[in-house]
Structure formats: C-alpha cells, structure tokens
Antibody
Framework: QVTLRESGPALVKPTETLTLTCSFS??????????VSWVRQPPGKALEWLAL???????DYSTSLKTRLTISKDTSNNQVVLTMTNMDPVDTATYYC?????????????WGQGTTVTVSS | DIVLTQSPGTLSLSPGERATLSCRAS???????LAWYQQKPGQAPRLLLF???SRATGIPDRFSGSGSRTDFTLTINRLEPEDFAVYYC??????????FGQGTKLEI
C-alpha cells in the first residue's frame, strides 16, 4: 500500500523559513520514472504546484516561486523535504505531497492528507 | 508557459444528468500528460483520469475523458450525489513541469 504523509509546523511567522517533510512508504523514489511533487492550496482557492523531485534527483520548481523553494530527497529514509524561505501571510495554505509515476504520464495517483500552514505574527 | 483554462467555473446540475467539463490548453499538449482530479471539501485531490482518458484504479466507468492538442473534456454520466465536487485538470510538461487548471465546481 502506497502512503504519503506531510509533516511540519502549523504556524510560522512572516519572514521565517518553512520546512515540510513528506514521509512515504510502499514505493521507492529510486524507481525509474518516479517523482514526488509538492502542491499547495490556499483556503478556498485552486491547487498550485510548487516543486517536483525526480527519481534521478533532477528537480523542478514553480516559475513564480523558484527563488524561495528547495526540494530534496532522502531515498534511504523515504522522505522528501521542501523548504520555502521568506514566508508571507499569502503563503497560508494546505500543503500536499503526491506521487507521480511513469515519467509524468501516470498522474499524481497517491496524495498525502495535507498539512495546514498558517503564516502569522 | 502553458496555461490550462477550465470552463465553466461552476456547473449546476442534478443527479442523473450528464456533466461536461472543459480544459483548454494555451498551446498544443500531448494527451499522454493530461490528468483530471476530483476534490471534495476537506479532502486531498483524487486522481480520476490519466493520459486524458485512462481511468485510475477504482474510478467508475461513468467518468470518461477525451480530447487532444488544446481541448480536453471530462464527462460524467448519470451524476451521483457523491460526484458533486471540484474538478481540476493538470498537465505534466517541460516548463513549467506541472500546471493545474483553476478548477470547475460541480454543484447540485
């Protein structure tokens, strides 16, 4: 059974750096064609893709946020970590991680339950 | 950059009816990299279709997808009460790597 679970602080202050961890099981991020994405959703708004890390450690970032984002993986511990610097109240959202296989053709077939992050002083 | 535009923004229908949701790409894309998701309040999105028309595991056959190049459609036949939700299309490309549409809310 494939599962993903996000963890991190529920509350961060403006200008702080957010660090989120996606812990997964049931698959290997070393498998060719596999990737894990981070997606966020502000309250009442649409999904927004943030970053993706591929099985071969290649990384992709949202054009608008790439200067603030860093994604990394710890394959042996089955974790993917996202850091976002200089947090602002507009970054208040639920943050999801999701698996994607098949070099992107399989869609994001398994999602974590999401973790809610509030940015406030 | 590829932009996905979904229409309508809100679709009001009744159980038993057919829903037709549109996803239009700003430039031609491969259908192999087009997916659809359903999201209910308080829940994570759920993959419905990948490759524009292939149903994900456990998705009933009243959900179907079609389209090519710039125009893609999600059709839901014989709406059930549990189908009322928000639907998103998503593309996996080169730059940006992943794009979501803004969503269509299907309401009763």
């Amino acid at each position: 059974q494939v599962t993903l679970r996000e963890s991190g602080p529920a509350l961060v202050k403006p200008t702080e750096t957010l660090t989120l961890t996606c812990s997964f099981s049931g698959f290997s991020l070393s498998t060719s064609g596999m990737s894990v994405s981070w997606v966020r959703q502000p309250p009442g708004k649409a999904l927004e893709w943030l970053a993706l890390i591929h099985w071969d450690d290649d990384k992709d970032y949202s054009t608008s946020l790439k200067t603030r984002l860093t994604i990394s993986k710890d394959t042996s511990n089955n974790q993917v970590v996202l850091t976002m610097t200089n947090m602002d109240p507009v970054d208040t959202a639920t943050y999801y991680c999701a698996r994607m296989g098949g070099w992107g053709t399989d869609g994001m077939d398994v999602w974590g339950q999401g973790t809610t992050v509030t940015v406030s002083s | 950059d590829i932009v996905l535009t979904q229409s309508p923004g809100t679709l009001s229908l009744s159980p038993g009816e057919r829903a037709t949701l549109s996803c239009r790409a700003s430039q031609s894309i491969s259908s192999a990299y087009l997916a659809w998701y359903q999201q209910k309040p308080g829940q994570a999105p759920r993959l419905l279709l990948f490759g524009a028309s292939s149903r994900a595991t456990g998705i009933p056959d009243r959900f179907s997808g079609s389209g090519s190049r710039t125009d893609f459609t999600l059709t839901i036949n014989r709406l059930e009460p549990e189908d009322f939700a928000v639907y998103y299309c998503q593309h996996f490309g080169s730059s940006p790597r992943v794009t979501f549409g803004q969503g269509t809310k299907l309401e009763i």
